[in-house]
């Protein structure tokens, strides 16, 4: 399923995109994860994808795992497509990108909002230092290698 | 500049993903961010992606306002890319998808470890709640449509 624009990168960021960088991918993970939509025509009628390029994103999206099929109605052909853990995990992403979006491309303001469900407060996303406690969005960040840098 | 992919979607993830969405953009950003890389060469170089690609996605970087040309050594005809405060925004962003990919793709490990330049931490990234401060990476969060909701 992997995909192999980045083979040669030992970076998590170009594993993470070879399973969502592709066009299209994120938006619909975004519709499943926040208008929890599941099914075929739904995020067609959402999103206005072609249904080829929909069907290719499903399917890979089953494939790494980060949805699975369940059939609904009478009919074992019809199935929606339900989030896993992993894929519900790309929450953050998105989170992150929208407030970008927010911030730099939104001259008329965030067309949708994130919001607290307990409370109804917005939501705001931070970097935290797990030592000092320091959080800041723009917290200076250097890197040193994982357990993972050598392979 | 802006591509047409989500020519019909008011949203700010989508947005983004107009400006960085395409094979190779974000791992471009993510190495001028946390590498420094400003050269064509050294990102040539580090990534081993092909030269017209790379290409394209700086010069679409400086027509976003992601980066800025800057002239180099003598020539005139050479020079560096440089991030603009747009394009060191993305920060959060690589740090929402290196954590989902060392949480799920990184099987012998992160490979890289964000740290707190200041105290040497490590870094984690947590969704706030602005009203009642509750902070979580996985904070239950709902929409709401914003100021920009309706064009």
Known sequence: MMGRTYEGLNC????ALEVV???WSLVIIREAIFSRVTRFNDFQRRLGVAS???KNRLDNFVAAGLMEPRPYSQSERTH????????RDLRPVLV?????GDRWVAPEGPP???THSECGGDITQVSQCTKCQEEHRD???VTRPGPGATR
């Open 112 to 114: 949708v909002i994130y």
């Open 80 to 87: 929606e497509y339900v989030l896993t853990d992993k894929g």
């Open 52 to 54: 080829n390029i929909l």
């Open 12 to 15: 998590s960021a170009a594993r």
């Open 21 to 23: 960088g592709e066009r």
């Open 139 to 141: 917290l200076d960040i």
């Open 96 to 100: 992150a990108l929208t407030g970008w």
